[in-house]
């Protein structure tokens, strides 16, 4: 019980913010250390450097979001089964996530290596990055097994409230990883291949620490492997989560990658600014994504134990809670904007690009927690088709439309960057009203039984 929170009696507040603040940090953290890679190449290796990796995040994201759906429809369907009491099917449940990490993994990492090259030509990556991003996402992809199984066994503690140990093992990976990188990048010059290497060891680190802790833990969640099997009734649950999570991603991911192939065409310093000033947006989207993580899985338990009641405070809370906690990091890495960039590079033709993005994207981006609270709150009560198709709609359909509309009349970076505050507001409308006609309905059902 040391490492689990009954999320289904008590103060919800309270609880709430003890599994998002270390889920927060391990994403800060994370991001933090990808940073480092960052600032390790900015200074260490140049531009150009900096420009090939930071222009590979649209194609990781698009390879990995379909499966990192499924470990969200995962961590909901072993939460609602603790919420329901059905120890049997947790344990089912659990070792089924487990084996689909395998897959996950190894489908990831063949079809990651074979288009990895081909994506960049899509993309239009500019001549004297593309081959550095070649070789960065190849060494990247093939580490992707225990990425995988790092992802699917943090979901499976996160479903019972263990977000603590998950950061304490990134914490000491990383570490690592950072040491690593500067040694290869510093000292043996080996540029975007050292802190890709140093990426493959961390997740090593991180895979066979938590393969470790469920192989010791007690009861339903104990990883047994001659269990791993696909058990077709959970598979399918899983599935029913998340792929619908898993597509919005991967559709929300294709219009970044062709956002992308955009901010390409003003050439590799447009490319370093941005990606230097993304960074920041990890960082305050990590923060979202806990309180996320919390709506989903307190729903999912409460949901599961039929307390409409609960359910009514989770939504209140988190999305309370996420929204300020979003104001506080935007307007912090906003104000500090002059100090932060320079973490990443001191390039005077890199910086103006930069500053560009954290004035018409970051300093809006908390607008975005009126979607992301409330379809998590879908999804913990079963409905992950509607969110996905409000949030495909409403973010990666209008985006594209923009870039071959308006953005095709104007030119300017400054109106590329537009449209990431313009869909935030749309789709947060619509995903609350989607919420609300669907919380209604479910309440009066939990209500009459």
């Known amino acids: 019980m040391a490492n689990q929170i009954d999320m289904l ?22 991001q933090l250390f ?9 200074h260490f290796a140049g531009s150009d450097a900096l420009a090939a990796v930071g222009s590979t995040a649209p194609i990781i994201n698009l390879s990995i979001n379909l499966f990192i759906g499924l470990s969200i429809g995962a961590s909901v369907v072993i939460a609602n089964y603790i919420g329901q009491g059905r120890s049997d099917r947790i344990s089912d449940a659990v070792h089924t996530a487990a084996l ?24 239009g990556s500019p001549d004297n990055v593309i081959d550095l991003s070649t070789v960065y996402l190849r060494i990247f992809f093939s580490g992707m097994p225990f990425m995988m199984i790092y992802i ?11 977000t603590k140990r998950p950061l304490v093992i990134l914490l000491c990976s990383g570490v690592i990883k950072v040491g690593i990188s500067l040694l290869l990048v510093i000292v043996f010059g080996m540029s975007v291949k050292g802190v890709a290497f140093a990426t ?30 696909l058990t077709r009734e959970h598979f399918i649950r899983i599935l029913k989560i998340g792929v619908p999570a898993g597509v919005q991603s991967m559709v929300f991911s294709f219009s970044n990658v062709i956002i992308q192939s955009t901010i390409n065409g003003f050439g590799s310093d447009a490319i370093a600014g941005s990606a230097a000033a993304v960074n920041y947006e990890f960082f305050c989207y990590f923060v979202l994504n806990a309180f996320g993580q919390a709506a989903v899985t307190f729903t999912s338990q409460n949901f599961g134990a039929r307390n409409a009641g609960r359910c009514k405070e989770v939504f209140r809370d988190c999305m309370l809670l996420g929204a300020a906690a ?3 990091c935007n307007f912090g890495f906003f104000f500090g904007r002059s100090f932060f960039v320079l973490v990443f590079t001191t390039d005077a033709l890199v910086i103006p690009w930069a500053m560009i993005r954290f ?58 960057m537009n449209i990431y505050p313009i869909t935030w507001a749309i789709t947060g409308a619509a995903t609350l009203i989607a919420f609300a006609v669907v919380s209604r309905k479910e309440y009066r059902t939990m209500e009459v039984k």
């Open 9 to 30: 009696h008590g103060s919800l507040m309270k609880k709430i913010l003890l599994f998002a603040l270390p889920l927060a940090a391990t994403g800060t953290v994370q």
């Open 34 to 42: 990808n940073a480092a890679d960052g600032i390790i190449l900015g």
């Open 100 to 123: 689909l990490s395998l897959i996950a993994g190894v489908t990831i990492a063949v079809v990651g290596i074979c288009i990895s090259r081909p994506m960049l030509h899509a993309m």
């Open 152 to 162: 699917y066994f943090s979901a499976i503690l996160r479903s019972k409230g263990d």
């Open 200 to 229: 493959i060891v961390a997740n090593m680190l991180n895979s066979g620490a938590l393969v470790y802790l469920l192989l010791h833990e007690t009861g339903p969640f104990r990883l047994r492997p001659k269990k791993l099997r």
């Open 326 to 328: 979003m104001l506080i």
């Open 359 to 416: 004035g018409h994207v970051l300093i809006f981006q908390w607008v975005a927690s009126s979607y992301e609270i409330s379809g998590q709150c879908m999804r913990g009560m079963g409905h992950s088709l509607l969110p996905a198709i409000v949030s495909v709609l409403g973010t990666c359909v209008l985006r594209i439309a923009w870039i071959y509309t308006i953005f095709q009349s104007f030119g300017s970076f400054e109106m590329l």
